[in-house]
Protein backbone atom coordinates (compact mmCIF):
# COMPACT_ATOMS: atom_id res chain seq x y z
CA UNK A 1 0.00 0.00 0.00
CA UNK A 2 3.26 2.52 0.58
CA UNK A 3 6.36 1.72 -0.12
CA UNK A 4 9.22 3.53 0.99
CA UNK A 5 12.46 3.61 -1.33
CA UNK A 6 15.81 4.30 -0.16
CA UNK A 7 19.43 5.08 -2.04
CA UNK A 8 22.38 7.06 -1.36
CA UNK A 9 24.20 4.58 0.67
CA UNK A 10 27.87 2.98 -0.24
CA UNK A 11 31.08 3.35 1.33
CA UNK A 12 32.95 6.45 1.72
CA UNK A 13 36.15 7.27 3.73
CA UNK A 14 36.27 9.03 7.02
CA UNK A 15 35.72 12.94 6.74
CA UNK A 16 33.94 12.48 3.67
CA UNK A 17 30.07 12.76 3.00
CA UNK A 18 26.90 11.34 1.43
CA UNK A 19 23.18 11.91 0.87
CA UNK A 20 20.76 9.64 1.60
CA UNK A 21 17.45 9.78 -0.12
CA UNK A 22 13.85 7.99 0.36
CA UNK A 23 11.08 8.32 -1.79
CA UNK A 24 7.30 7.39 -0.38
CA UNK A 25 4.76 5.97 -3.08
CA UNK A 26 1.72 4.37 -2.82
CA UNK A 27 -1.88 5.86 -1.69
CA UNK A 28 -0.75 8.52 0.88
CA UNK A 29 -3.29 11.13 1.82
CA UNK A 30 -0.55 13.21 3.72
CA UNK A 31 3.03 12.26 5.78
CA UNK A 32 2.90 13.72 9.19
CA UNK A 33 7.37 12.58 9.88
CA UNK A 34 9.62 10.98 8.66
CA UNK A 35 12.93 10.10 9.90
CA UNK A 36 16.28 7.86 9.51
CA UNK A 37 17.40 5.71 12.02
CA UNK A 38 20.44 3.26 11.70
CA UNK A 39 21.39 -0.16 13.12
CA UNK A 40 25.39 -1.41 13.80
CA UNK A 41 26.04 -5.16 14.03
CA UNK A 42 25.34 -6.01 17.11
CA UNK A 43 23.61 -2.79 18.26
CA UNK A 44 19.90 -1.65 18.66
CA UNK A 45 18.28 0.04 15.98
CA UNK A 46 18.52 4.09 16.86
CA UNK A 47 17.10 7.40 15.85
CA UNK A 48 19.39 9.44 13.70
CA UNK A 49 17.47 12.33 12.62
CA UNK A 50 13.37 13.26 12.24
CA UNK A 51 11.35 15.52 10.27
CA UNK A 52 7.86 16.38 11.52
CA UNK A 53 5.18 18.43 9.73
CA UNK A 54 4.30 21.67 11.40
CA UNK A 55 0.78 22.63 12.66
CA UNK A 56 -1.24 23.87 9.80
CA UNK A 57 -1.70 27.47 11.81
CA UNK A 58 1.96 28.05 12.56
CA UNK A 59 3.45 25.61 9.95
CA UNK A 60 6.93 25.05 9.30
CA UNK A 61 8.65 21.30 9.86
CA UNK A 62 10.32 20.56 13.29
CA UNK A 63 13.49 18.65 13.47
CA UNK A 64 14.60 16.00 15.97
CA UNK A 65 18.69 15.06 15.91
CA UNK A 66 20.85 11.87 17.88
CA UNK A 67 22.93 13.89 19.92
CA UNK A 68 26.52 12.33 18.20
CA UNK A 69 25.44 13.94 14.33
CA UNK A 70 24.29 17.23 15.42
CA UNK A 71 26.36 19.91 13.40
CA UNK A 72 27.42 17.21 10.94
CA UNK A 73 23.73 15.71 9.33
CA UNK A 74 21.00 17.47 8.02
CA UNK A 75 17.47 16.44 7.65
CA UNK A 76 14.97 17.97 5.07
CA UNK A 77 12.64 17.04 2.60
CA UNK A 78 10.51 17.35 -0.28
CA UNK A 79 6.60 17.80 0.34
CA UNK A 80 5.79 17.26 -2.95
CA UNK A 81 7.84 14.69 -3.76
CA UNK A 82 7.31 12.70 -0.62
CA UNK A 83 10.95 12.54 -0.20
CA UNK A 84 12.92 12.70 2.48
CA UNK A 85 17.04 13.14 2.57
CA UNK A 86 19.98 13.02 5.06
CA UNK A 87 23.13 15.08 4.15
CA UNK A 88 25.70 13.41 6.09
CA UNK A 89 28.85 15.22 6.49
CA UNK A 90 32.24 14.34 8.60
CA UNK A 91 31.61 11.25 8.38
CA UNK A 92 33.50 8.73 11.05
CA UNK A 93 33.99 5.27 11.14
CA UNK A 94 31.65 4.83 13.81
CA UNK A 95 28.64 5.74 11.55
CA UNK A 96 28.88 2.74 9.70
CA UNK A 97 25.42 1.38 9.78
CA UNK A 98 22.41 -0.15 8.10
CA UNK A 99 20.13 3.18 7.66
CA UNK A 100 16.41 2.90 7.50
CA UNK A 101 13.93 5.28 6.52
CA UNK A 102 10.58 5.61 7.90
CA UNK A 103 7.58 7.64 7.55
CA UNK A 104 3.84 7.99 9.07
CA UNK A 105 1.61 8.31 6.60
CA UNK A 106 -1.80 8.56 6.95
CA UNK A 107 -3.73 6.67 4.12
CA UNK A 108 -7.08 5.90 5.69
CA UNK A 109 -5.28 5.51 9.04
CA UNK A 110 -1.98 6.67 10.33
CA UNK A 111 0.08 3.80 9.87
CA UNK A 112 4.09 3.68 10.40
CA UNK A 113 6.12 2.31 7.39
CA UNK A 114 10.16 0.90 7.06
CA UNK A 115 12.27 0.82 3.90
CA UNK A 116 14.87 -1.74 3.21
CA UNK A 117 17.34 -0.48 4.44
CA UNK A 118 20.94 0.91 3.30
CA UNK A 119 24.27 0.30 4.05
CA UNK A 120 26.43 2.98 4.68
CA UNK A 121 30.22 1.98 5.53
CA UNK A 122 32.62 4.74 6.58
CA UNK A 123 36.18 3.41 5.95
CA UNK A 124 39.73 4.33 5.07
Known amino acids: QVQLVESGGGLVQPGGSLRLSCAASGSIFSINAMGWYRQAPGEQRELVAR?????????????DYADSVKGRFTIYRDTAKNTVYLQMNSLKPEDTAVYYC????????????WGQGTQVTVSS
Open 51 to 63: ITSGARITGGDST
Open 102 to 113: NAGVVTTTLDYY
